[in-house]
């Protein structure tokens, strides 16, 4: 096992690693920026760094700064946890060449899973379901028509590189296909670097549907079943819940399974996520893999009993998974509240300060994922979440009324917090009844 770990992160997971790492009886340091300097975790870590400026670039997405402090401290090992570098092929090819273990998959996994159209090719072959759609990239008008031709519109053109909603176009018929393909490969070279595009058919009602899956270096992978993320707005999950409600277990079941396939076939080692969306049908297809933990990991772990987390340290290190597929057994109901510095009754407006009051929640099936203490300055430099509320129940309607009774008793002042959106949602009768679509929170928002 690891002697001493480098985390490459911020807030809550930074938080989150350092318990993990504590546990499993490694030596933890930390990183911060200068708008960091006072963050209450940095007093838990072995040894806090400070990387440079409150800029990303200056500091959490800065590779040289990162690696120096890895090197300075003599950490066996860097956790990227999720977001800055955490998915950049590069950071982890540097890592190996200074002979530092990043936690999570080989570089060479991460690229081939990253590429969408790489990623849809290798899933083709190990049978998850995808969309309807090109091969691969595709090189120009006539092309993308005849693609169009086979599976019919709606359809969407997106970057092979894309990433955060970014570089998606939605086509509604021939004259809108052909006017936007050229435009779609310029926009995706300019941003991504890459002008790859490809299409497929588009999904007017969708749920987003994903599976949690892990694997080690002997070959190994399993699935801790799916995650239903679909309430979002402008494609950031807000609320996520374990198991996805109301759909057929059965079909769960062999698309959880699929997920594993995909990431024993790109020998992947590490936590990643399989992404789908569920038609009305409950057909499902990929949409893409990410290739790191996730925010809502904590779901999983409620249902599954697994700290991911630690498994992802674990795995880095050579060892094999502890279970197989057939242990992993769901139990309960899970579901999680982003918490965000944001003005929900004004349009979202970021509210950065400093909280004088935090009162958070507690008792039977409650946690609270969370970097926060009274006194702590919000600052203005990063995203938004302030925490993680997580609660679990013997089932979903238990599982609502006790998040609603936590998030009752959550007092956070005097910024601003989505903490009254999730309120009304646990009381909305279409969450109640489960399986809203994805454009659902935006459409009852207006
Ligand atoms: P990114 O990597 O930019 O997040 P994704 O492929 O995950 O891109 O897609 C982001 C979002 O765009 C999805 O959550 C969904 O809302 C929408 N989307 C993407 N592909 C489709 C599709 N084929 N049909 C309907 N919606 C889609």
Not at 69 to 79: G, K, L
Request: proline fraction near 5%; charge should be negative.
């Amino acid at each position: 096992m690891f002697r001493r770990v480098l985390i490459a992160n911020r807030g809550e997971i930074a938080l989150r690693i350092l318990r993990a790492c504590h546990e499993l009886g490694i030596e933890v340091v930390c990183v911060y920026s200068d708008a960091d300097r006072d963050a209450p975790y940095l007093r838990l870590a072995d040894r806090a760094i400070c990387i440079g400026g409150a800029p990303a670039k200056d500091s959490y997405l800065n590779i040289s700064r990162i690696i120096s402090a890895a090197e300075i401290a003599d950490v066996d090992a860097i956790h990227p946890g999720y977001g800055f570098l955490a998915e950049r092929a590069d950071f982890a090819e540097v890592c190996r060449d200074c002979k530092v273990e990043f936690i999570g998959p080989s570089p060479e996994a991460m690229r081939l899973l990253g590429d969408k159209v790489d990623a849809k090719k290798t899933a083709k072959a190990a049978k998850v379901p995808i969309f309807p759609g090109s091969d691969g990239a595709i090189e120009d008008e006539d092309e993308a028509v005849e693609v169009a031709a086979k599976i019919g519109y709606p359809l969407i053109i997106k970057a092979a590189a894309g990433g955060g909603g970014r570089g998606m176009r939605v086509c509604r018929n021939e004259a809108s296909l052909r006017s936007n393909i050229r435009g779609a490969q310029q926009e995706a070279l300019a941003a991504f670097g890459n002008g790859a595009v490809f299409i497929e058919k588009f999904l007017e009602r969708a749920r987003h549907v994903e599976v949690q899956v892990i694997g080690d270096k002997h070959g190994h992978a399993v699935h801790l079943f799916e995650r239903d993320c679909s309430l979002q707005r402008r494609h950031q999950k807000i609320i996520e819940e374990a198991p996805a409600p109301g759909v057929d277990r059965k079909k769960l079941n062999a698309v959880c399974e699929s997920a594993a396939r995909l990431i024993k076939a790109a020998q992947y080692a590490g936590a990643a996520t399989v992404e789908f969306l569920m038609d009305d049908e409950q057909n499902f297809s990929m949409l893409e893999v990410n290739t790191r933990v996730q925010v809502e990991h904590p779901v999983t772990e409620m249902v599954t009993g697994t700290d991911i987390v630690k498994l992802s340290i674990q795995v880095a290190a050579g060892e094999p998974l502890p279970f197989r597929q057939r242990d992993v057994r769901l139990s309960g109901h899970a579901i999680e509240c982003r918490i965000n510095a944001e003005d929900p009754d004004r349009n979202f407006m970021p509210s950065a300060g400093t909280i004088t009051t935090w009162h958070p929640p507690g008792g039977p099936g409650v946690r609270l994922d969370s970097h926060v203490v009274t006194g702590y300055r919000v600052p203005p430099n990063y995203d938004s979440m302030v925490g993680k509320l997580i609660v679990h129940a013997e089932d979903r309607v238990s599982c609502i009324r006790r998040m609603e009774r936590s998030l009752h008793e959550f007092e956070v002042g005097p910024i601003k917090t989505t903490i009254p959106l999730h309120r009304r949602l646990m009381q909305d009768a279409a969450f109640e009844h489960g399986g809203v679509d994805i454009h659902y929170l935006e459409r009852t928002l207006k």
